[in-house]
């Protein structure tokens, strides 16, 4: 698969697509799963409810993040793969989303395996997809967005969240 081209994506998530090496987008997806899960389960327990500042996620926050964002672009993804020109794509609330999730009481172990199994969902999903599918373009209501382009974004939004971890919260 070609890497998505300008016009395939909102501009917004260009960071997050340039984070990814060239490569086929599946064996990066795959390599993508086992270094989070290896990352999250070497994160100490006294570093799962840390945050560096009051109104900053801590990285159990950080972590629904990252599993509600992935079931979001792999609906988007679905959307698009399925040549639906008709379902408008909103923006999600990213901050909604974390401050409802009420992580305070899961244990952090629990939301490594609720990643792996949404991760999975994601991998079974673009498994699926051919190039047409992957090409087509949904109405992404800020910007039409491809398959493709969510394939890398998943990838580099993971990506970048661990930078962020590693440089803030490790």
Not at 33 to 44: C, L, N, Y
């Amino acid at each position: 698969m070609v890497r998505p081209k300008k016009g395939e994506f909102n501009p917004y998530f260009k960071n997050y697509i340039a984070m990814v090496p060239n490569g086929d987008i599946m064996d990066l997806l795959y390599k993508n799963t086992r270094d989070a899960v290896q990352f999250f389960e070497s994160i100490p327990v006294e570093k799962h409810n840390y945050r560096y500042e009051e109104d900053k996620w801590n990285i159990k926050e950080m972590l629904i993040h990252l599993i509600d964002a992935e079931r979001v672009f792999s609906y988007r993804a679905l959307v698009a793969a399925r040549g639906d020109k008709k379902t408008a794509l909103q923006p999600m609330d990213d901050h909604l989303y974390v401050k409802s999730a009420a992580v305070d009481g899961r244990r952090f172990r629990d939301l490594v395996e609720e990643f792996k199994a949404v991760r999975n969902a994601t991998e079974k999903l673009f498994e699926t997809l051919t190039e047409k599918q992957m090409a087509f373009k949904a109405n992404g209501v800020s910007s039409p967005i491809t398959a493709r382009a969510l394939g890398y974004i998943i990838v580099g939004h993971m990506m970048h969240h661990m930078k962020v971890i590693k440089e803030w919260y490790l």
